[in-house]
């Protein structure tokens, strides 16, 4: 089969197409014929060997994808040949190596994919709705009548973040950099959406709350936003940082008067149990219509540099993939 394998930490250009034995299912594993993988900003950490955990060398990328399960190992039941899943792993410590034509999974790794859901669309699940959830309820515990603020509302966990925080009952303000992407959040549950590239746009988030403040900020980029967080929050508000790429100076005085709460979240770190409710809710959301994924891009493997370059570019929208 083809694959792609990572042999040095380095630059994109690493990544190299080469041909390998299939793989084998053995106890507790499938054979998933991957039909489309999702590229997420944190494979790129991984590749470029900046990440915190580094997986031994050499590795596949990519932790999640979609396609058919091909072969089962001896003692797995419930599962079948042909059954259509998406995948989720862990590039470091439970692989799963989606940028290839097969990959080898741990059955908790697999989870049903309704008919409905495309492969590509089941591409942008596992990190981007996983970690949409996670942060909504796992970790800032997000209740029906509260308002939620998305920054980046037109990436793949801005999607997911509105849709799962609509669907719950909550008012949901998105932000994005482009009409088109304004739109994008518009149309996937977001009740106003705002350009954070206007001066004013956290006054007219604040506008948008009566003056309120929100009670749920889904935080993208903490080395930007997160002193200016702090002042959107209403009494009781939380702020869950899904994303940052360098250190930024806050005062801590914002979250005092208002008795408000940073909160870390890392889809790696989440408890075993934790993560499967989370793929639980996810599967039931896509057999319902709830979650409806945007693949903004396809790309072919060949061309799997250019996806880890045009992931981490500004103007996010949908979610980029790799056809394999």
Same mark, same amino acid.
């Given at each position: 089969? =083809?694959?792609?394998?990572?042999?040095? %930490?380095?630059?994109?250009?690493?990544?190299?197409?080469?041909?390998?034995?299939?793989?084998?299912?053995? /106890?507790?594993?499938?054979?998933?014929?991957? =039909?489309?993988?999702? *590229?997420?900003?944190?494979?790129?950490?991984?590749?470029?060997?900046?990440?915190?955990?580094?997986?031994?060398?050499?590795? $596949?990328?990519?932790?999640?994808?979609?396609?058919?399960?091909?072969?089962?190992?001896?003692?797995?039941?419930?599962?079948?040949?042909?059954?259509? $899943?998406?995948? @989720?792993?862990?590039?470091?410590?439970?692989?799963?190596?989606?940028?290839?034509?097969?990959?080898?999974?741990?059955?908790?790794?697999?989870?049903?994919?309704?008919?409905?859901?495309? %492969?590509?669309?089941?591409?942008?699940? &596992?990190?981007?709705?996983?970690? +949409?959830?996670?942060?909504? %309820?796992?970790?800032?515990?997000?209740?029906?009548?509260?308002?939620?603020?998305?920054?980046?509302?037109?990436?793949?966990?801005?999607?997911?973040?509105?849709?799962?925080?609509?669907? @719950?009952?909550? %008012?949901?303000?998105?932000? +994005?950099?482009?009409?088109?992407?304004?739109?994008?959040?518009?149309?996937?549950?977001?009740?106003?959406? *705002?350009? @954070?590239?206007?001066?004013?746009?956290?006054?007219?988030?604040?506008?948008?709350?009566?003056?309120? &403040?929100?009670?749920?900020?889904?935080?993208?980029?903490?080395?930007?936003?997160?002193?200016?967080?702090?002042?959107?929050?209403?009494?009781?508000?939380?702020? *869950?940082?899904?994303?940052?790429?360098?250190?930024?100076?806050?005062?801590?005085?914002?979250?005092?008067?208002?008795?408000?709460?940073?909160?870390?979240?890392?889809?790696?770190?989440?408890? /075993?149990?934790?993560?499967?409710?989370? @793929?639980?809710?996810?599967?039931?959301?896509?057999?319902?219509?709830?979650?409806?994924?945007?693949?903004?891009?396809?790309?072919?493997?060949?061309?799997?540099?250019?996806?880890?370059?045009?992931?981490?570019?500004?103007?996010?929208?949908?979610?980029?993939?790799?056809?394999?």
């Amino acid at each position: 089969m =083809r694959t792609i394998l990572v042999r040095e %930490f380095g630059a994109p250009s690493v990544m190299r197409i080469e041909d390998v034995p299939d793989p084998k299912a053995g /106890p507790g594993q499938v054979v998933v014929r991957v =039909r489309a993988a999702g *590229v997420n900003p944190v494979d790129t950490y991984i590749r470029s060997g900046v990440y915190a955990r580094k997986p031994p060398l050499p590795y $596949v990328p990519g932790s999640d994808g979609a396609g058919e399960i091909e072969s089962v190992g001896p003692d797995v039941k419930g599962w079948k040949a042909g059954d259509r $899943v998406y995948v @989720h792993g862990d590039n470091v410590s439970a692989p799963a190596g989606t940028f290839a034509e097969k990959a080898l999974c741990a059955i908790t790794q697999v989870h049903r994919l309704a008919d409905k859901v495309s %492969f590509a669309q089941g591409a942008a699940l &596992g990190v981007p709705y996983g970690t +949409a959830y996670r942060s909504l %309820f796992q970790r800032a515990n997000t209740r029906a009548g509260e308002t939620v603020l998305v920054h980046g509302a037109s990436g793949g966990v801005g999607i997911g973040s509105c849709e799962m925080a609509k669907a @719950h009952g909550c %008012f949901v303000i998105g932000t +994005a950099g482009t009409e088109k992407g304004m739109k994008l959040a518009k149309e996937h549950g977001a009740d106003v959406v *705002v350009n @954070h590239k206007d001066d004013n746009y956290l006054d007219a988030v604040m506008a948008a709350t009566d003056g309120k &403040g929100v009670n749920v900020i889904m935080e993208m980029a903490a080395h930007i936003n997160l002193d200016k967080d702090l002042a959107l929050l209403a009494q009781g508000g939380r702020v *869950v940082i899904i994303g940052n790429r360098g250190r930024i100076e806050i005062d801590p005085r914002g979250t005092m008067a208002k008795d408000a709460a940073i909160l870390g979240m890392l889809l790696f770190a989440t408890p /075993p149990a934790e993560l499967a409710s989370a @793929h639980a809710a996810i599967v039931a959301g896509l057999a319902n219509g709830t979650l409806n994924p945007v693949v903004g891009r396809e790309i072919s493997m060949a061309d799997a540099a250019k996806a880890h370059e045009a992931v981490l570019e500004a103007g996010a929208y949908g979610k980029i993939v790799i056809n394999t």
